[in-house]
């Protein structure tokens, strides 16, 4: 986006971005490049990027920052919201009121189409700085799963190119309201453009790169969201090291929603498209971005639902490591090694000296920290290796 193509007679454009005072916290302050934060009162020069004409409304109000972008789409306009994942709790039930408005507003053929209420989580209960327990806390994605199937979205792009595709898709689209979850922080990027552009369009997507299993796995790894990918990816490579034998099939998850029965969401997996994804009867170890229960509560009605073992965030929290977050909440590297193992078909040759590793590394991390506050260099400098 740029002020000279974005400029129009209403003095600046058709789009604004909305966040609750995190602009720059939330690593979009690349923003300011193009634009300036909207103020009418007077200026000084010692201010930072305030303008009448600035196209960021930036207040320390969630209730603000939603309700006017919602009175800016009926308006005709476009916006997204950015907020810190833990807060969108905040503004919960006037999201809940706009899922309401919208299902019903589409039975009235003299309502127009209004651009999709776009919320960004980022900031999220992973990885936020120096930011404690308070700020960690996933809940919005549970609060509109049981929302309007015509309208609620929730999408988990795992790089910056899926998070591109799912954008752009989204900024397009009209008549929903579009969860998008995903990191501030630098993450490795799995997918060239064209890839993501693919997976994105397919909700989930098997990815062959990164699995072994020649059709026929013995476990499914599965992840959705930035995090749970890195530590799927990585407990894959950990299996392909240490058990080369062990058949293993990974499975990214984009769109969570298509986890629903197709009769229960017009974006749910067809019941061919599941099986191809997480096979008829393997189990599956699924690493999940929010609380695991939401996981379980959308794969009501799948077939033997059981299977499927699913790690998230379980409200253990704190300031501390990103490594240690993921490993408070049972969702590290080396717990999905010993549950995949716990879980496989077969028993691997050498599967119980992994699985020894997996907690002699676990007993590392729990010193390591605490003797030097940062993270492992194994973990910290991890990246996949084909």
């Given amino acids: 986006m740029s002020t000279a193509n974005t400029r129009e007679a209403d003095g600046g454009g058709d789009f604004r971005l909305f966040c609750p005072d995190e602009t720059a916290s939330n690593r979009l302050a690349a923003i300011f490049e193009a634009t300036d934060r909207c103020l009418q009162a007077p200026t000084l020069t010692t201010d930072d990027h305030l303008s009448p004409d600035g196209r960021v409304m930036e207040v320390l109000s969630e209730h603000l920052c939603q309700g006017w972008l919602e009175g800016y789409l009926l308006s005709g306009k ?30 009235l053929a003299w309502r127009a189409p209004v651009a999709s209420l776009n919320v960004l989580l980022t900031s999220t209960c992973w990885r936020n ?23 609620v979205r929730i999408w988990f792009p795992p790089d910056a190119n899926t998070t591109l595709s799912i954008a752009d898709h989204c900024l397009r689209s009209r008549d929903h309201v579009n969860l998008i979850v995903v990191d501030k922080q630098q993450h490795l990027q799995y997918l060239n453009l064209a890839d993501a552009d693919a997976h994105c369009a397919a909700g989930a997507s098997v990815w062959d790169w990164a ?3 020649d059709g026929e796995p013995d476990v499914v790894l599965a992840a959705a969201g930035d995090v ?34 197709p009769d229960d969401h017009p974006h749910g997996f067809s019941e061919q498209k599941f099986e191809d994804l997480f096979t008829a009867g393997t189990d599956v170890v699924f690493a999940f971005h929010g609380y695991p229960r939401a996981v379980h509560q959308l794969l009501h009605g799948r077939p033997s639902p059981g299977r499927f073992h699913v ?16 490993v408070l909440n049972r969702m590290s590297r ?7 193992l716990r879980r496989s078909r077969r028993v691997p040759e ?8 997996c907690h002699a590394m676990l007993a590392r991390h729990h010193v390591h920290i605490r003797e030097h506050l940062e993270d492992m260099p194994e973990i910290r400098d991890w990246t996949w290796t084909p």
Wanted: overall charge negative; proline content about 6%; aromatic content about 8%.
């Fill in 78 to 107: 476009h916006g997204l919201f950015a907020t810190y994942e833990a807060f969108a709790m905040v503004s919960a039930s006037m999201l809940i009121q706009h899922t309401k408005w919208l299902q019903h507003a589409a039975d």
């Fill in 311 to 326: 790690r998230g965030f379980t409200e253990q929290g704190t300031t501390t490591t990103p490594f240690d977050m993921v």
């Fill in 211 to 213: 699995s072994n299993d």
């Fill in 334 to 340: 080396y717990h999905l090694v010993v549950e995949a």
């Fill in 228 to 261: 749970p990918t890195l530590e799927t990816l990585a407990a894959a490579q950990l299996l392909r090291e240490h058990v080369p034998y062990l058949r293993v099939r990974v499975v990214n998850v984009v769109d969570l929603m298509g986890l629903l029965p």
């Fill in 350 to 357: 050498k599967g119980t000296e992994l699985a020894e590793h």
């Fill in 129 to 151: 700085d120096n930011n404690g327990f308070s700020h960690q806390g996933p809940g919005l994605i549970d609060t509109a799963i049981p929302l309007a199937p015509a309208v």
